[in-house]
């Protein structure tokens, strides 16, 4: 069992597919950086704040992956808002919003205790302004009068289309866990349809303020993943999919949300014939591609890569440790389009086999030979 410590570098250093951790910094593509940056951009409420929906498309493999959970942590990191990084569309035979829906919640219901806190003080802070001065003597124990007030703040100041799910935060209070939130977030979904509209619900509460009040998070962003799956659905089941889809997205137009769907490029050219028009002309840009990276960019992202996987403190004989500058070139060379994943997959099996056969040890650095010779032994 290798020691990776020994090498100078933190546990799972090179994962095949992308993490968190891998995908902290950009990998080239600067056309299409600049492209998310504004859509992100755009949707903040110091600026245009109006929705977007986008597609996006590459090569499989190409880096979609990669440049949507580099976002999802940029937004965070910029505090631009919130993100929703939907890893997968397609989670059984046949496309349901719903059970969408449901594992978007799962995966995201951490944050749902601070968002319920949020609004439940908003709404008593807003409840107590409310109440007429000789009433608010009695607050909190005269709490027919005060519940009347929370009932007038949410029928006065919280949008038509969240009431009802603002109505269910005020009765699980601020303290509810977020089991609990999950719970009633979701327990009257019952269909596709019920699940836009409830989603849609739950980004608007994220993004609009209560009065003076402002919301928790600026703006929303929610990026679907791997969209070519539906391309093995029959029409018939995938056409109510994207009549869902056009409900979510003019359900959040008013909310300071954008909305990014990855595919590959090849399903990209057919799912646009196959995308009815109620929800292409909806698109607020033009699709736009991600390319790979040429060698500058390349040598850029692994750098950077090594850096972040690195221990601190960690002696490392040259800046591409524990390889050569020479590996790197050969696994630019070799490569016909230069793309995140396919670089880390490489770094990883060259390490990994060097490493465990003992043909490199630590504190040197693995020639291009030895790359050659593992890779040429491999099928990949």
Not at 170 to 193: H, P
Request: glycine letters at 6%; hydrophobic letters at 40%; charged letters at 25%.
């Amino acid at each position: 069992m290798i020691n990776i410590a020994e090498f100078g570098l933190k546990e799972k250093p090179f994962a095949h597919l992308p993490t968190d951790a891998s995908t902290q910094h950009w990998a080239g593509m600067d056309k299409a950086k600049k492209g998310m940056e504004e859509i992100i951009v755009s949707v903040q409420p110091d600026d245009i704040g109006d929705q977007e929906f986008v597609i996006m498309h590459g090569t499989l493999g190409g880096g979609k992956t990669h440049a949507l959970r580099y976002f999802s942590q940029y937004i965070a990191k910029e505090g631009y808002g919130y993100a929703f990084f939907v890893r997968k569309v397609r989670l059984a035979a046949a496309p349901s919003f719903r059970r969408l829906f449901l594992s978007i919640v799962d995966e995201n219901k951490s944050m749902l205790p601070d968002l319920v806190g949020t609004v439940v003080k908003s709404i008593q802070s807003e409840a107590v302004k409310a109440m007429k001065p000789d009433a608010t003597a009695g607050f909190p124990h005269d709490q027919d009068v005060y519940q009347q007030a929370i009932k007038k703040v949410i029928g006065t100041l919280v949008p038509s289309a969240n009431q009802k799910l603002v109505t269910k935060f005020m009765k699980l209070g601020e303290k509810a866990d977020e089991e609990g939130i999950a719970n009633a977030l979701t327990a009257d979904v019952e269909d596709d349809y019920s699940a836009a509209c409830t989603f849609a619900s739950l980004i608007g509460v994220m993004t609009t303020k209560i009065d003076e009040q402002q919301p928790l998070y600026k703006a929303a962003y929610v990026f679907f993943d791997e969209m070519e799956d539906l391309l093995e659905v029959k029409y018939t089941q995938l056409f109510p999919f994207w009549g869902t889809c056009r409900e979510l997205i003019n359900r959040t137009a008013e909310n300071r949300c954008a909305i990014v769907m990855a595919f590959t490029a090849e399903a990209a050219e057919v799912l646009v014939s196959q995308i009815p028009n109620f929800l292409y002309e909806r698109l607020t840009r033009a699709p736009f591609e991600l390319k790979g990276m040429d060698d500058d960019e390349a040598k850029k992202f692994v750098l950077d890569h090594l850096k972040s996987v690195r221990l601190e403190g960690a002696k490392a004989t040259s800046q591409f440790s524990p390889f050569s500058e020479e590996v790197i070139d050969f696994l630019l060379e070799r490569e016909s389009e230069i793309v995140p994943r396919h670089l880390l997959k490489h770094m990883g099996n060259i390490f990994e086999r060097a490493a465990r056969r003992e043909m490199v040890r630590p504190g040197e650095d693995i020639p291009r030979d030895m790359a050659q010779e593992i890779l040429a032994g491999m099928i990949l």
